[in-house]
């Protein structure tokens, strides 16, 4: 499995008692759509591995108790603390309307209501405060950002591959005048 055709679903949190189970760390805004996975893939050296689940239990806060198989004892669990957790791209549940996942709009042409045609998406920056909408206008050779606020998206057009905002007034003129 490579990791481009993959997301990541959070991370081994700790260890979970002395028998091999480890508590994992769900990202996602909801745990519950992955409490029947079947497996997961860890990262580790750069190399994504599988690791088949015997049992979850599934806690508050997007916590989970795993049991995988052929991990029986406490050393081969810390081994797995704090790697990276994937799953393919084909698990995601389909999103609609304005929702969106930020690998999912990579590659979208920007066009706020106001300005016409702003960019290229480049990446959106989850940071912990506000996430950012990065995006490229190769014509002007600069980068933008914006904060991706409640009434920034205004519409996802996945066929298209546009992404129409409303971005508050003078931001883009900022980066492009």
């Known amino acids: 499995m490579n990791k481009a055709d993959c997301f990541n679903l959070g991370y081994v949190a700790k260890l979970h008692g002395f028998k091999g ?19 997961v893939f860890i990262e580790k050296e750069g190399v994504l591995i599988p690791y088949f ?42 999103l609609s309307g304005k929702n969106f996942y930020d690998h999912e709009i990579v590659g979208f042409v920007v066009f706020d209501i106001n300005y016409g045609k702003v960019g290229e998406v480049d990446c959106v920056l989850d940071l912990p405060v506000n996430p950012l909408l990065q995006i490229i206008n190769k014509e002007k050779n ?3 950002l914006l904060p991706l606020a409640n009434n920034l998206v205004q519409s996802v057009d996945r ?9 508050p007034e003078g931001l883009i003129e900022m980066y492009l005048d």
């Open 159 to 167: 066929t298209k591959r546009e992404l129409h905002v409303s971005a």
């Open 21 to 39: 189970e480890v508590s994992l760390f769900f990202d996602t805004t909801n745990p519950y759509d992955y409490q029947e996975i079947e497996a």
């Open 142 to 144: 600069v980068e933008i």
């Open 53 to 94: 689940i015997d049992k979850l239990e599934l806690n508050n806060k997007g916590f989970a108790r795993v049991k995988f198989e052929d991990v029986d004892t406490e050393e081969e669990a810390k081994k797995l603390v704090k790697k990276p957790l994937f799953l393919p791209l084909s698990l995601l549940p389909e």
